[in-house]
């Protein structure tokens, strides 16, 4: 069983920077493609970013590619996303996702196991 703990949302000004996190335990992180999905109200969940076990490969929605990075810490069994040049349509509730058992990485949702809570980001104009 892996649990995972997003933190680090919150509101910023359009044009700034956030960077959340989601920190693993449980399981074998290191064996863990990981990705970031968001949520806004009214809106189905969409892929985000997602990076390989590795951390070799690394894959990104159009619509945050140049703006969003995806990065692992495996000695800290923490993802992280940094978000930069925030836009009020990046205003969402940010998932983190984990595939376990060295599975290619993926950007379909239904393709992970596991799951965390979700933390609030609200970008205002």
């Known amino acids: 069983q892996v649990q995972l703990v997003e933190s680090g949302g919150g509101l910023v000004q359009a044009g700034g920077s956030l960077r959340v996190s989601c920190a693993a335990s449980?399981?074998?992180?290191?064996?863990?493609?990981m990705g970031w999905f968001r949520q806004a109200p009214g809106k189905e969940r969409e892929f985000v970013a997602a990076i390989s076990w590795s951390g070799g490969s690394l894959y990104y929605a159009d619509s945050v590619k140049g703006r969003f990075t995806i990065s692992r810490d495996n000695a800290k069994n923490t993802v992280y996303l940094q978000m930069n040049s925030l836009k009020p349509e990046d205003t969402a509730v940010y998932y983190c996702?984990?595939?376990?058992?060295?599975?290619?990485?993926?950007?379909?949702?239904?393709?992970?196991?596991?799951w965390g809570q979700g933390t609030q980001v609200t970008v205002s104009s």
């Open positions: 996702a984990a595939r376990v058992g060295l599975a290619p990485v993926t950007s379909r949702a239904y393709e992970y196991d596991y």
């Open positions: 449980g399981g074998t992180f290191s064996r863990n493609a």
